[in-house]
């Protein structure tokens, strides 16, 4: 007989959270501008916005922070940290950022010349910013399955090789400075890469003295899919195959706050002495002084424990079966997500959703506003508003995968916000032809879904579901 699993953990600490009135809503997602971004979190019930610093900590990393030594220079929670890193990542230097992007702002601005391009498993928004920012032009080499909501490639992170090999040629090596790969990849619904693929995309690179930086946010994630889905890993521990992604690569950026269980903290890892000379140097101006980069000393402590959680089997397990729990029960109801299920998070597949609802439309954001709106339930877009415009033309980037993403806090809910989440979508599935549209109306120039602002494309019209319902109730119940 197949057995449950449960959580590796018992609950020491609550925060209340509170339901909202339909009115409430209504006020707080016009305030908002229709971006759930913008949204108060107070006026959130369960906040599926990101994975992103939102993961609850251990008693052990909160009584770590107790043992913060925030002397200027030289703390020793940054050798704890660099002790983690070498134990469990095995890159030779450590660059703490204040988060990811700290980090893939001193690897852009140091490796990467005006006119370069970078090769990337689909684009990340602050990296391809950060690249971009450099002068340099991201360039997407991933297979094509990973554009496809409805492939169940196990492993639709992969690089496509016969990509890479093709720009190499035409570009030229010396006009690409790395392979950026992404672990995990957010974008594609948190899409792992396989051993192989890792293995022979750097094999390539390397024959042609291309680096390979791995965007590791996500790698013990990634390494989890690996021993689930890729032949020879099933006995391998989480621990063992990160260690063994890490040797194909060169180097790796990293946010802490996602797979390291904490809410702030960011690093560059390297093998290469110079870079790090060059990273420490620049991190003094852009981070921090090279031992506390942006981040506390209790922050590098809290870190340093996380991680060595973040590798325990038992921890990986509960944390994927969460989200496989959440997207199964979707599936059930007919919602039509991202296959197969990622790591951090369900996407839905808003183009299927709302197919009446063109593109230019911004559906995936109109679904994330209905979403609130019937439930307080938050999730985020992950469609053409992030996509943004093409540096070039400055026309809307209109890509393939239009999504709505309902992301995964790790350690934070029950299986039972699971259950109000999945009510709440298939409610709005079942009448979601009463859904419009958005036109945006305001548009910040640099990653502007954070910041763009929303208005209904007719009266109210993305009101009129619940406008049908009586007020009072958070959560909506069907039948
Ligand atoms: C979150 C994230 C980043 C950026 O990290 P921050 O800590 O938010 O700056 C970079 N890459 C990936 C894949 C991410 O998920």
């Given at each position: 007989?197949r057995?449950?699993w ?8 609550v925060e209340p959270?509170r ?5 409430e809503r209504?006020r707080?997602l ?5 971006n ?8 959130v019930?369960i906040?599926?916005?990101?994975d ?12 770590a922070?107790m043992l ?5 220079a030289?703390s020793a929670n940054?050798y704890h940290?660099?002790q983690?890193?070498?134990?469990f990542?095995?890159f ?5 950022t204040h988060?990811g ?20 498993n689909m684009?990340f ?9 450099a ?6 080499v991933?297979?094509d ?6 492939s169940e ?10 990509k890479l ?25 948190g899409?792992?890469c ?6 022979a995309s750097?094999?390539l690179c ?9 965007d590791?946010?996500r790698?013990i994630?990634n390494?989890?899919?690996i021993k689930q889905r890729?032949?020879?890993y099933a006995?391998?521990?989480v621990?063992?195959?990160l260690l063994?992604i890490c040797t194909?690569?060169?180097?790796a ?7 390291h ?6 690093m560059?890892l390297?093998?290469?002495?110079e ?7 620049l991190?003094v101006?852009f ?8 981040l506390?000393g ?10 060595a959680?973040a590798?325990q089997?038992d ?5 994927i079966?969460?989200?496989e729990?959440l997207?199964?029960r979707?599936?059930?109801?007919g ?8 790591g ?10 709302l ?5 230019q439309?911004f559906p ?8 609130y ?9 992950r469609?053409?508003?992030?996509a943004g ?9 209109m890509?393939?995968l239009?999504l709505?993403r309902?992301?995964?806090p790790?350690?934070v809910y029950?299986?039972a916000h699971?259950?109000?989440t999945?009510e709440s979508?298939?409610?709005?599935y079942?009448e979601?032809?009463?859904i419009?549209?958005?036109r ?7 990653l ?9 494309l007719?009266?109210?019209g993305?009101l ?14 069907p039948?």
């Open positions: 007989m057995r449950c449960a959580e590796p953990f018992k609950i020491k600490m959270i339901t909202t009135s339909l009115a209504q707080a016009g305030a908002a501008g229709f759930t971004f913008l949204l108060r979190s107070e006026d019930y906040d599926l916005l990101t992103s610093g939102t993961s609850a900590m251990s008693d052990r990393q909160w009584a922070m913060g030594d925030e002397a200027y030289g940054y940290l660099e983690a890193v070498h134990r990542y095995g030779k230097h450590l660059i703490p988060q992007r700290g980090a893939e702002h001193l690897l852009s601005r140091i490796l990467i010349k005006p006119g370069d391009i970078v090769p990337g684009y928004t602050t990296t391809k910013a950060h690249q971009e920012l002068g340099g032009r991201f360039h997407d991933i297979i399955e990973a554009h496809d909501p409805e490639h196990p492993f639709k992170g992969n690089v496509d090789l016969d090999e093709s720009l190499i040629r035409a570009a030229g090596a010396s006009r690409i400075p790395y392979l950026s790969l992404e672990l995990n990849v957010n974008m594609a619904g899409q792992p396989s051993m192989e693929n890792i293995r750097s094999e390397h024959r042609h003295d291309i680096k390979v930086y791995l590791a946010t790698a994630e390494a989890w899919f890729e032949r020879g006995d391998r521990s621990a063992s195959i063994e194909h690569a060169d180097g950026t990293i946010s802490s706050k996602k797979d269980l904490v809410n702030i903290g960011g560059l390297t093998n290469d002495d870079l790090a000379d060059e990273a420490r140097n991190g101006l981070e921090g002084l090279h031992t506390y980069g942006g506390a209790r922050d590098l402590e809290a870190i340093a424990v996380g991680i959680e590798v089997d921890h990986m397990h509960a944390r079966g969460q989200v729990y997207a199964d979707l599936l059930a109801a919602i039509p997500i991202v296959r197969p299920t990622g951090h998070g369900v996407f839905i597949d808003a183009r299927r959703f197919p009446h609802v063109p593109q439309q995936a954001q109109a679904l994330a506003a209905e979403i709106l019937d439930s307080g339930v938050r999730s985020m877009e469609g053409a508003v992030s415009r093409h540096p070039d033309t400055g026309e809307n980037i890509p393939r239009e709505v309902l992301a995964i790790r350690r029950t299986q699971m259950d109000v999945c979508i298939a409610s709005i079942d979601r032809r009463r419009h549209g958005l945006m109306v305001c548009e910040p120039k640099r502007r879904f954070f910041q763009a602002r929303f208005e209904p007719r009266d109210a993305s009129c579901i619940a406008s049908r319902r009586p007020d009072g109730a958070a959560s909506s119940n039948s």
